[in-house]
């Protein structure tokens, strides 16, 4: 099973079931005779934008939120207003100056939360490198991340 076939059948899982643990998914697809382990489920829902919410029960489970919900917004916000220190601009790119050991964070919730203006991130340890798609300019970026910074 390729890992789009995978993905949609991981989503169809989660839409069908109400699925708390990554254990739980494992077993469905060895069931079905799929060789699969916990790590690719955890990339799966990883890249999928899967969030655990509460259940009835007092338990949690799985779920793909709608396009307006926007879980990893919120996170990213909370991110920048902790850790922002500055920003730089040159051309198509920004590099920002975050707390030590927020730039893996930042990165990944900015390439999460699939932002039209950014291509991609890189980043290290205090560091991100945010690389823009044609048409966006630098001045435009910073000015969303102004008002992310806003409370």
């Keep these: 099973m390729n890992k789009k076939v995978r993905q949609k059948a991981l989503l169809d899982l989660i839409k069908a079931k109400k699925i708390g643990r ?4 494992v077993a469905h697809f060895i069931s079905l005779g799929e060789q699969i382990t ?12 899967l969030v655990k ?4 029960k007092g338990g949690f489970h799985y779920h793909l939120p709608q396009k307006n919900d926007r879980p990893h917004l919120q996170r990213l916000k909370r991110a920048l207003q902790q850790s922002f220190l500055s920003v730089r601009a040159q051309k198509q790119m920004l590099l920002m100056k975050v707390q030590p050991g927020n730039g ?3 990165s990944k919730l900015l390439e999460q939360v699939q932002l039209p203006e950014i291509f ?14 044609d048409g966006y300019t ?10 992310m910074l806003e409370k």
Excluded: F, W
């Design 22 to 25: 990554q254990e739980d998914i």
């Design 38 to 49: 916990q790590a690719t489920v955890s990339r799966d829902i990883n890249e999928l934008g």
């Design 53 to 56: 919410v509460p259940n009835s």
């Design 104 to 106: 893996p964070l930042v």
């Design 120 to 133: 991609g991130t890189i980043s290290d340890d205090d560091s991100v490198l945010v690389l823009l798609k």
């Design 138 to 147: 630098a001045q435009q970026a910073i000015s969303m991340i102004q008002k």
